[in-house]
């Protein structure tokens, strides 16, 4: 079935470092979607994409829908220690129901304060 | 205003078992999904709901899982009998329905199948 390699799997940081992780897809997308998971909690979305080439921001977090339509990075800036969690991309294929997501394995990150 | 609710938040169960799921919505949200984590892999969508009725059940794994939403409210997601490969975590996720809307999810019920 379809897949997303979302890649790195895991990241241990310095606190104030900053993070990018990315998605790719052998197939394209209409949407991109990025999201956080904390421990006991379900996903949170932080960002939406929904335009290739679109660069949009949420205070230190900044993702961009790839321009080939097959891809997408979150980038956060200026880590804090509650940045900690697993982040999730996901992606919506042309044709494909609202909700029937497909979602990345997971980038967990780790913050040394 | 209440968020996605999950219950139970855990449950252990033995093989050929039989465990029921409840989700109950954000209020007023018409669209209603289930998905599937199976510890390190990715969240993987099962079905869609629209009010009662099934929009979209193309990732359900398999005759013994069992999702209805009676009444367009609330759903259940039954699995009979349990198997080992059955365990992950079960995440019920809610939107009101126009293009593009926001999925907000619940924080899942963790099954356990011994």
């Known amino acids: 079935g379809q897949q997303l390699n979302q890649s790195p799997q895991s990241m241990f940081i310095q606190e104030g470092e900053d993070v990018s992780m990315n998605c790719t897809s052998s197939s394209i997308f209409n949407t991109w979607l990025w999201y956080k998971q904390e421990p006991g909690e379900g996903p949170v979305l932080l960002i939406a994409?929904?335009?290739?080439?679109e660069l949009t921001s949420n205070g230190r977090l900044t993702a961009q829908f790839g321009i080939t339509r097959k891809d997408s990075f979150l980038n956060i800036s200026a880590s804090i220690p509650s940045d900690v969690g697993i982040y999730f991309c996901a992606g919506r294929r042309y044709g494909g129901s609202q909700g029937n997501l497909i979602f990345g394995k997971g980038t967990k990150l780790s913050v040394k304060p | 205003e209440a968020g996605v609710t999950q219950f139970p938040s855990h449950s252990v169960i033995e093989k050929g078992q039989t465990v029921t799921l409840r989700c109950d919505p954000i209020?007023?949200?018409?669209?209603l999904y289930w998905y599937r984590r199976v510890m390190g892999k990715e969240i993987k969508f099962l079905l869609h709901?629209?009010?009662?009725?099934?929009?979209?059940e193309s990732g359900m794994p398999n005759n013994r899982f069992l999702a209805e939403r009676t009444g367009g409210t609330y759903s259940t997601l039954k699995v009979q009998p349990a198997e080992l490969e059955d365990s992950g975590v079960y995440f019920c996720a809610s939107s009101q329905g126009t293009e593009n809307e926001k999925l907000f999810f619940g924080s899942g019920t963790q099954l356990s199948v011994l």
């Open positions: 994409l929904y335009k290739a080439g």
């Open positions: 209020s007023g949200h018409d669209n």
């Open positions: 709901f629209v009010k009662e009725s099934k929009q979209d």
